[in-house]
C-alpha cells in the first residue's frame, strides 16, 4: 500500500461547495481531492492513502455502508469519515452516526468547524 499522506478526501457534487471546502483548506495548508461519486471515492481510496474523509452524507445516502466499510478496508479500521448534511434530514444524520461515520454534523456546523477539522486531519489528531 502507498504511503500515508496528508490529502483530505471530500465527497461533494456541488461546484460552489466544494470551492469553499478547497478554499479553506488551502488558506491553511491542507490539500484536498474532491471526488463527485461514491465509485470514485472508492477507487481512489483503494490506490492511495489519506488523513481522512468528508463525505456529503446526500450524495452517498443509499451507499453509506458501502462508503464508510470500504474506506475502513483500504485505509484503516480508524480512518476518520465525517459525514455532513441537512439539518432537517434527521433520519439520514442518525443514519450515518450508527454506521460509525464520526462525527456526523449539520452542514451549518460543519462549515463553522471546518478549518479545525481540516488541520486536525492533516496532523492526526483526530
Known amino acids: 500500500m502507498p504511503e500515508e ?14 470551492s469553499k ?12 481531492k474532491v471526488i463527485k461519486t461514491v465509485d470514485k471515492l ?4 483503494s490506490k492511495e492513502k489519506f488523513a481522512g474523509a468528508l463525505i456529503d452524507l446526500g450524495i452517498a445516502s443509499s451507499e453509506l455502508e458501502k462508503l464508510i ?7 484503516n479500521a480508524k ?11 434527521v433520519d ?3 443514519k450515518a452516526r450508527s454506521l460509525g461515520y ?3 454534523l449539520p452542514r451549518s456546523k460543519f462549515v463553522v ?8 486531519y492533516a496532523n492526526n489528531s483526530c
Do not use: M, W
Not at 472508492?42 to 481510496?45: D, P
Not at 480512518?79 to 434530514?89: A, E, I, K, Q, T
Not at 468547524?113 to 486536525?120: N, R, Y
Open 5 to 18: 499522506n496528508k490529502t483530505v478526501l471530500v465527497l461533494c457534487d456541488d461546484l460552489i461547495f466544494s
Open 21 to 32: 471546502i478547497s478554499g479553506e483548506a488551502r488558506a491553511i495548508g491542507v490539500q484536498t
Open 42 to 45: 472508492i477507487e481512489i481510496a
Open 69 to 75: 466499510t470500504e474506506l475502513r478496508v483500504s485505509q
Open 79 to 89: 480512518f476518520p469519515c465525517l459525514g455532513y448534511g441537512s439539518h432537517v434530514d
Open 92 to 94: 439520514l444524520l442518525k
Open 102 to 104: 464520526d462525527p456526523v
Open 113 to 120: 468547524e471546518l478549518g479545525a477539522i481540516l488541520l486536525s
